[in-house]
């Protein structure tokens, strides 16, 4: 099945700062790769997504790049504000089926120091 | 759009006991749902996958008679957690997939079970 490694597990950046997180896949079927934010105690939200047909993808501070052959991808948050600070997860899923299995990485906890 | 909601928030409830959790998508109807557990400070952990009108497909490791599935309607899936356990306490939460976006998985809020 696949696998997600996440690093790092967390991340403390100044306001203002950058934040990158990075995840690789094992399964090279993998061809959807969604992120993230969960605050505690609260639903994970989806911020971006990027499908396999496409390298990056960006929505005002937030970005993400996908390397295929090297089967890895990331999340790129510009202009850190202190509401940015939460759990970050990455996922990878295929088609298995009719069905869409997510298979998440461990999270990142970023903390982002007014 | 793609509102999950999920009910109860929290339960405490006494060991062997058992606990049903309801997941519903409001404003979409919803094939395919997920149900996740997720303990502190850790990842999500799937469960089980359910589909309207079949039996759900449960991870290796999830004892299917202890966590019962229902997907009795295109909106509605419930999880019911039999004979609960100290060690079933945990953060239960459930996503929804709408017909155009396959691939998208929107989450409920969570159940916080506390099995006492």
């Known amino acids: 099945g696949e696998n997600v490694e996440q690093h790092p597990s967390t991340l403390s950046v100044q306001e203002g700062d950058s934040a990158v997180i990075k995840c690789t896949y094992s399964?090279?079927?993998?061809?959807?790769f969604p992120w993230y934010k969960q605050e505690l105690g609260k639903r994970p939200q989806l911020i971006i997504d990027?499908?396999?047909?496409?390298g990056e993808k960006k929505d005002q501070r937030i970005a993400v790049t996908l390397n295929k052959t090297a089967k890895h991808f990331s999340l790129h948050i510009t202009e850190t504000q202190p509401e940015d600070s939460a759990v970050y997860f990455c996922?990878?899923?295929?088609?298995?089926?009719?069905?869409?299995?997510?298979?998440f990485g461990k999270g990142t906890l970023l903390t982002v120091n007014p | 759009g793609a509102v999950v909601s999920q009910h109860p928030s929290r339960v405490i409830c006494k060991s062997g006991t058992s606990v049903k959790i309801e997941c519903r998508s409001l404003?979409?109807?919803?094939?395919?749902m997920f149900w996740y557990r997720q303990f502190p400070k850790q990842s999500l952990m799937l469960m089980a996958t359910?589909?309207?009108?079949?039996?759900?497909?449960?991870e290796q490791g999830v004892e299917k008679d202890k966590f019962l599935i229902n997907h009795a309607s295109l909106t509605l899936s419930t999880l019911t957690v039999t004979s609960a356990h100290p060690e079933d306490s945990s953060f239960y939460i459930c996503?929804?997939?709408?017909?155009?976006?396959?691939?998208?998985?929107?989450f409920g809020p969570g159940t916080r079970l506390l099995v006492l």
């Open positions: 996922a990878a899923s295929y088609s298995g089926g009719s069905n869409y299995k997510l298979t």
């Open positions: 399964d090279s079927a993998s061809n959807y």
């Open positions: 990027i499908r396999s047909n496409v």
């Open positions: 996503s929804a997939t709408p017909p155009d976006r396959l691939e998208t998985q929107y």
């Open positions: 404003d979409f109807q919803a094939t395919t």
């Open positions: 359910s589909n309207e009108g079949s039996k759900a497909t449960y």
